[in-house]
């Protein structure tokens, strides 16, 4: 029997105020769907705890430093992509679902002359409603579903994610 292996990320949901009120760090990124809007995220790499993957993928796609400050929430979402064909390559359908820690925190400024992942185009602060009306380019319903948590004010202890010593044993 094979075993179910869903795939485990991270984002990372930053907002500053400012005189119109609160804006959401997000990245606009390339992917087979086209241009999508997304939280600073990405995949869990071995070795590392949750929110240090946070802290990472914040730096790689936005070349900020990100600071944890709460556990928003765990996620489940599922995506389906039919098959289809890549430069007369033909590509499997895809068939995944996404377990997803989002933490809450600030950043600070950009690391001068970091550059951004490759697919990650650039970085935009947004309105809650620019992120409403954008719902059709997110990459995942994730995105503002995170978000609208976040202006409910939900928050957990950052201590509410246990990492056993074992994940850092080689």
């Known amino acids: 029997m094979t075993r179910w292996k869903p795939s485990v990320t991270v984002a990372a949901i930053v907002a500053r105020t400012d005189a119109d ?8 990124e390339n992917t087979p ?25 914040c730096l790689e796609e936005t070349a900020c430093a990100f600071v944890p400050q709460a556990l928003l929430g765990v ?5 389906q992509r039919p098959g ?10 895809d068939d995944i679902t996404f377990v997803r820690f989002a933490y809450c925190g600030s ?14 185009v650039r970085t935009l602060w947004l309105t809650p409603d620019e992120v ?14 995170c978000i609208e948590d976040h202006l409910a004010g939900r928050r957990l202890p950052l201590d509410a994610v246990t990492v056993h010593a074992s994940v850092w044993q080689v």
């Open 84 to 93: 289809r064909v890549v430069d007369g390559q033909a590509q499997a359908a």
């Open 132 to 145: 409403r009306a954008s719902a059709a380019r997110h990459r995942s319903p994730l995105v503002l579903q």
């Open 33 to 57: 769907e086209g241009l999508r809007l997304n939280n600073p995220a990405g995949h869990l790499d071995p070795g590392e705890s949750p929110q240090q993957a946070a802290m990472r993928e």
């Open 107 to 120: 950043v600070g400024a950009p690391e001068p002359g970091r550059a951004l992942d490759a697919p990650i």
């Open 75 to 79: 996620y489940l979402s599922r995506f």
């Open 21 to 28: 009120g609160p804006r959401y760090l997000l990245v606009e």
